[in-house]
């Protein structure tokens, strides 16, 4: 089921390296699945400068209007909002169409937007661990935001079981707007966690596969061995 997952970053770690990876600025990526002749299929925003010089200025004008009583080091104070597309099989057009209606529409209800971008460069195939099959991954929709409410900018004052309600209500309504169907299809699987997390699953469920059919081909061939050494 589609379901919006949230990471939470600092000012210096958002504005460096995960503006970097959002908006695909760098030279060499961590994550595998990472296809860089698909380039063409990384449909931003805007561009990262713009992005980044709009998360500090955010901030510091949040913090001047309401300033924090004390500044921790490990402050987060952006939130990176991922947003799958609403269902596997659904066209890049659909799903280009709805991105750009859930970016408008978050800066429209009041959050403090700051930039974004599709990937559609991580598309692979993968093992459902729920299911056992392969499937082939969604583009998503990264989005960086700064998060206010009346404590200024506090990320566990935001943060909370409704915000995520509210989220996921907000793309239902843009998915039955722009699509004709809602966004979460009313199973009630909850989320497993990032992306991150889920391709984590998927991994160990493709090398258990793999072990599990070397096991088979393995007593296959001692079958035979044994089927011919006793005719």
């Given at each position: 089921m589609a379901s919006v997952t949230?990471?939470?970053w600092g000012t210096a770690a958002a504005c460096r390296g995960q503006?970097?990876?959002?908006?695909?600025?760098?030279?060499?990526?961590?994550?595998?699945?990472?296809?860089r002749t698909k380039s063409?299929?990384?449909w931003v925003?805007?561009?990262?400068?713009?992005?980044?010089?709009?998360?500090?200025?955010?901030i510091a004008k949040i913090?001047?209007?309401?300033?924090?009583?004390?500044?921790?080091?490990?402050?987060?104070?952006?939130?990176?909002?991922?947003?799958?597309?609403?269902?596997?099989?659904?066209?890049?057009?659909d799903a280009l169409r709805f991105f750009q209606a859930v970016y408008d529409e978050l800066g429209a209800t009041g959050h403090h937007v700051c930039g974004g971008a599709v990937h559609g460069d991580e598309v692979h195939d993968y093992i459902d661990p729920?299911?056992?099959?392969?499937?082939?991954?969604?583009?998503h929709m990264h989005v960086l935001l700064v998060p206010e409410t009346d404590r200024g900018v506090n990320m566990k004052s935001w943060l909370t079981k409704s915000r995520f309600r509210e989220l996921n209500a907000l793309c239902d309504?843009?998915?039955?707007?722009?699509?004709?169907?809602?966004?979460?299809?009313?199973?009630?699987?909850?989320?497993?966690?990032?992306?991150?997390?889920?391709?984590?699953?998927?991994?160990?469920?493709?090398?258990?596969?793999?072990?599990?059919?070397?096991s088979i081909l393995y007593l296959l061939k001692n079958v035979r061995k044994y089927t011919i050494s006793t005719k």
């Open positions: 949230v990471q939470k503006c970097v990876h959002v908006y695909r600025e760098g030279k060499n990526y961590a994550n595998p699945d990472i296809d063409a299929c990384v925003m805007d561009d990262v400068k713009t992005c980044q010089k709009n998360i500090r200025e955010t913090d001047k209007m309401r300033p924090p009583k004390r500044i921790k080091r490990d402050r987060k104070t952006v939130v990176e909002l991922c947003v799958p597309a609403p269902r596997e099989g659904t066209s890049q057009k729920d299911d056992k099959r392969i499937h082939r991954s969604r583009l309504r843009v998915c039955e707007r722009e699509l004709g169907h809602p966004y979460q299809d009313g199973s009630g699987r909850r989320s497993r966690g990032t992306v991150e997390a889920l391709k984590e699953k998927s991994g160990a469920e493709m090398i258990n596969q793999h072990v599990l059919s070397g």
